[in-house]
């Protein structure tokens, strides 16, 4: 069975909870973890996995089929929309937008 490949968006909730748990599964793969505060100066690795310090740049750059959102909930449109946009799967913590409008333009692009 072929795993899916995952990045994640936020060293914070995402690096010290999504990571390990989906390392844990044996049907996922986290290839990439992304700052939004570029907590770093550079690229390079973050407990065994790609680092970026710009999520965009991970987006752009990485293979991936899957892509968690594990940001603040201001950005979570903004990052929510490009992961979509670029074909992959999501998961975006609550909320999904700031409000109604961006809540429903999220979900009628995911359909």
């Known amino acids: 069975m072929k795993s899916i490949s995952v990045g994640i968006i ?3 909730f995402g690096g010290a909870v999504h ?4 390392q844990l599964h044996p049907g996922f793969e986290v290839k990439s973890i992304a700052s939004v505060y570029r907590e770093r100066t550079e ?3 973050w407990h065994g996995i790609s680092y970026y310090r710009d999520w965009r740049c991970m987006l752009e750059s990485e293979q991936l089929d899957l892509t968690v959102i594990a940001s603040a909930p201001v950005h979570h449109y903004e990052m929510t929309m490009l992961a979509l946009q670029s074909g992959r799967h999501v998961l975006t913590e ?3 937008g700031m409000n109604k409008e961006q ?3 999220i979900l ?3 359909v």
């Open 103 to 105: 809540t429903l333009h």
């Open 94 to 96: 609550k909320p999904l």
């Open 10 to 12: 936020g060293t914070g």
């Open 19 to 22: 990571a390990p748990i989906f």
């Open 108 to 110: 009628k692009e995911s």
């Open 43 to 45: 690229n390079g690795t």
